[in-house]
């Protein structure tokens, strides 16, 4: 049994949660929003319930083996205080969407303590401590002493866990269809707009410019991932609710900036046009302004 802390129990950070209390271990949650109890719909319809302790604020040292990083990247600093309330140095996996997990957290943390976690949960929180998981998790760790101690952490759940020897190309795979999962929020349509080829082609061409500067970081992805993207989204529920559409709909703040943005900063680095994840990365901000006008 390990004790871990999780930052962020939304729907990825929750449904992580349960299946480590479903395997046994001393799970802590570091939450915004309380709730007494933790309730997650596996792809099967099983239902998984538990109780980990809830806190809400830190409160003194935290005893954990591991802590899980899950918060959305526009609210990292937001976890800078639970890690600083850890007892002992313990390996911190970042478990949140983009390629630019060290550097985001290497202000706050040793670098040789961060883990850069690729997740991929299909998962919708319905609720604080509500959440339906839509389908089988993924989740990959660069090859390593840290991800194999991160695989063992995950033994008898029910996620997909392994060390990967290329993490960089399998950070951009999914980065490419995080941006592509922008033509939803800018539509307020589910995932099955991916069956209207207009609406295919824009993916298409946010992909492409994800591999161009994919590629010039050091990844390995050829020019079919473009339409492998759209097809990935055509097979899952016409339904499906990213986390950028989900957040745009309760008028959230949206993590464009880790999907679309990052494409465009680094795309300019590179000296590579980016101009469509720029227009779509501006449009997105426009929301975003928009919706925080609405909140005040």
């Not at 996996?93 to 976690?117: C, Y």
């Not at 194999?148 to 996620?159: D, N, S």
Request: aromatic share 4%.
């Amino acid at each position: 049994m390990s004790r871990i802390l999780l930052i962020g129990p939304g729907a990825v950070g929750g449904s992580v949660a349960a299946w480590h209390c479903e395997a046994g271990h001393d799970v802590t949650l570091a939450v915004r929003t309380g709730f007494s109890s933790l309730t997650v719909e596996t792809p099967g319809g099983r239902i998984l319930r538990s109780q980990p302790k809830i806190l809400s604020q830190p409160s003194g040292p935290i005893e954990a083996d591991w802590v899980l990083v899950a918060v959305k990247t526009y609210d990292s600093a937001a976890a800078a205080p639970w890690l600083s309330e850890v007892a002992d140095p313990a390996p911190v996996a970042i478990l949140q969407n983009g390629v630019e997990h060290v550097s985001r957290f290497s202000e706050w943390l040793p670098k040789e303590l961060i883990l850069p976690v690729m997740v991929d949960i299909p998962a919708e929180r319905e609720a604080p401590g509500v959440i339906r998981q839509r389908g089988k998790g993924m989740v990959r760790v660069p090859a390593g002493q840290l991800g194999r101690a991160f695989v063992q952490l995950f033994a008898g759940t029910e996620l997909d866990v392994a060390e990967v020897e290329d993490f960089t190309t399998t950070l951009w795979r999914k980065l490419c269809i995080n941006v592509a999962g922008a033509v939803s929020a800018l539509t307020d349509q589910p995932g099955g707009v991916a069956w209207s080829e207009p609406g295919a082609e824009v993916m298409r061409a946010l992909v492409r410019e994800c591999v161009a500067v994919g590629n010039a970081e050091g990844a390995k992805l050829d020019g079919s991932i473009a339409q492998a993207v759209v097809d990935h989204y055509r097979k899952a529920p016409r339904d499906a609710i990213n986390s950028l559409h989900a957040d745009r709909r309760a008028g959230r703040r949206m993590e464009w900036d880790a999907r679309n943005g990052v494409v465009s900063r680094l795309g300019r680095a590179h000296g590579i046009p980016t101009s469509v994840n720029d227009t779509i990365s501006g449009l997105l901000a426009a929301i975003d302004e928009a919706a925080a006008d609405l909140r005040q």
